[in-house]
């Protein structure tokens, strides 16, 4: 997996699952509804690209990655304007 190659390993993923924030939603993206979530843990800040199967009841990891701190407010919330 990509995530890997970003060094956020797959428990820091999922001890962080209690704590995030939902910081873009994309209700009409191409296959399923997702959202773009905030998180952390072990002061490690990093996004997961969540995608909602509401007819299987599941949710899929798209991506996760760090944010960018060029494309990203200081709160790594908010995108920059451009």
């Known amino acids: 997996m990509r ?3 970003r060094f956020i390993s797959r428990q820091r993923i ?3 699952i209690d704590r ?3 910081i873009e939603d994309y209700p009409d993206d191409k296959y ?3 959202c773009l979530v905030f ?3 072990e002061n490690v800040t990093f996004h997961i ?3 909602l199967d509401v ?3 599941n949710v ?4 996760v990655y760090r944010p960018d701190p060029g494309i990203w407010e200081k709160d790594l919330k908010r995108r920059k304007k451009s």
């Open 3 to 5: 995530m890997e190659n």
């Open 14 to 16: 999922l001890s962080s």
């Open 20 to 22: 995030f924030e939902i």
């Open 32 to 34: 399923l509804p997702s």
């Open 39 to 41: 998180s952390m843990h």
């Open 49 to 51: 690209l969540f995608a």
């Open 55 to 57: 007819q299987y009841k």
């Open 60 to 63: 899929r990891i798209v991506t």
